[in-house]
């Protein structure tokens, strides 16, 4: 049984309200629970003896449907699974996809670095945080398990980032754990011929591995089973990814293995991968990549935990990237900034006074394009509760009072700081206008209903 309302949270709880959690009551520290913004071990009364069996039973109640696997270690660690939804609006989804970029042991010593370092160093800019890669899958391709040993030898004085073991061959694997076991690699894979010597290792060195049966869940399930039998349940499973002809396919067994999971067959209820490189087995270069994408989008929706890739060219990352960072948003809790006034350049007593929200997407789209012009100004930040200036005026987020009561937390005068008591709205909010006049006794000007089209606005509008 699994508990997911505060209130049953709560007759597992000491009930004695006593703060020490940081929580005022001991039901808003339930409530943070079964939203997992609070782990169990922040109540500390909960850890003395005489609780422990409260503690072990809500850690089992508290525990997700799909299985949590950790790969890698320290700082790196990224832990993948711990899903207890189909669909995020119903909680969201926690732990997003992680995507593990392939080197392979027939590359030669810079060719195999240079790689190693466009993956670990790759970082782009997004709505205020930065979208990265995640791991580094070694593929032999040598049938050589020395050959394979070096490679994952310099792929670990080269990064820090969690590895993939990538083999059929339990020798090879076994050579590449001599190396890296200490790093916890995810080992891939184990099949219906190899999956006794791996497990062997797998038990041996205490790292988590795949089951793989391309398109047979019967098959799939029966290696979980076998797996789990002997002691070993940090398994993910991977049930093929084909492009094309065989993409329906694919996208079914994902659905009915994370579906059984979720409604609670705990036999199958493990972390899923999906293989987006089988792209380049059918095709060649932008093709490849392109399928290499679309495979990618489709299963970071449904429900692949972690995957496999080998384009790392922007065209094919960045589709990849945003997606995985959208689905991966709580879709409860509006994506926002601070409010307050932030200085663009240096701005002075000439500096234009900009207003805008305090939505992300927005925020960041019009300070880039504010910094990228070189417009030395003050943004003003509004709290919209995260909704863009359109939908925040419709709605009475945006209004003149909060426009002032802005100024007034931030203590920033505009009479003060500028010799033209001027400041700028959105196009989008020009019916605000007059209002923020009255209330403010600023002069107020409309601005373009685009940010992009700032520059040229301040060219013909801003003689101040």
Known sequence: MKINSPLQAYEYLPKTNCGDCGEPTCMAFASHLIDRSRK???????????????????TGLLAPEIREITIGTGDHAITIGGDDVLYRHKLTF?????????????????????????IQNF???????FLTLDA?????????????????????ETTELPLVLCSLD??????????????????YAATTDNWRDVAQLVLAHHVPV???????????KSLALTFASIGITDLVLDPGTFPEKGLRDSFENFLKLRRAGIAGETDIAYPLMAVPMTAWKEFDGVSAS????????????????????????????????????????????PVMVDSGVFEIGSPDRRSPV??????????????????????????????TDGIGVEAAVAGGQLTAAKIKDMFDSAGFDVQEKTDHGTIILPGLAARLQGDVEDVTGLTVMIGPSDSGRIPKWMESKWNC
């Open 94 to 118: 926690f732990n997003k996809t992680a995507y593990a970029y392939d080197v392979c042991d027939t590359m030669d010593e810079k060719e195999l670095v240079d790689r190693i370092n466009k």
């Open 290 to 333: 392109y399928w290499e994408s679309v495979l990618a989008s489709i299963f970071t929706v449904r429900y692949g935990d972690i995957m496999i890739m080998h384009s790392i060219e922007p065209y094919s990352l960045l589709p990849e990237l945003h997606i995985r960072d959208t689905i991966y948003t709580d879709p409860r809790t």
């Open 354 to 383: 900009i207003i805008t929200t305090n939505f992300a997407l927005t925020y960041y789209t019009v300070e880039s394009d504010l910094s990228s012009n070189a417009i030395d100004c003050y943004l003003c930040v509004v709290n």
């Open 210 to 220: 795949v089951l793989s049966a391309p398109n047979d869940l019967d098959t799939l």
């Open 123 to 129: 970082r782009k800019f997004y709505i205020g945080d």
């Open 170 to 187: 339990a020798e090879i694997l076994a050579a590449g754990l001599l190396v890296a076991a200490d790093r916890r690699p995810l080992i």
């Open 40 to 58: 169990l071990e922040e109540c500390p009364l909960l850890l003395d003896e005489g609780y422990k069996e409260n503690y072990d039973t809500l």
């Open 136 to 156: 580094v899958a070694i593929r032999c391709t040598s049938d050589d398990a020395d050959q394979f040993a070096h490679t994952v030898r310099t792929v670990t």
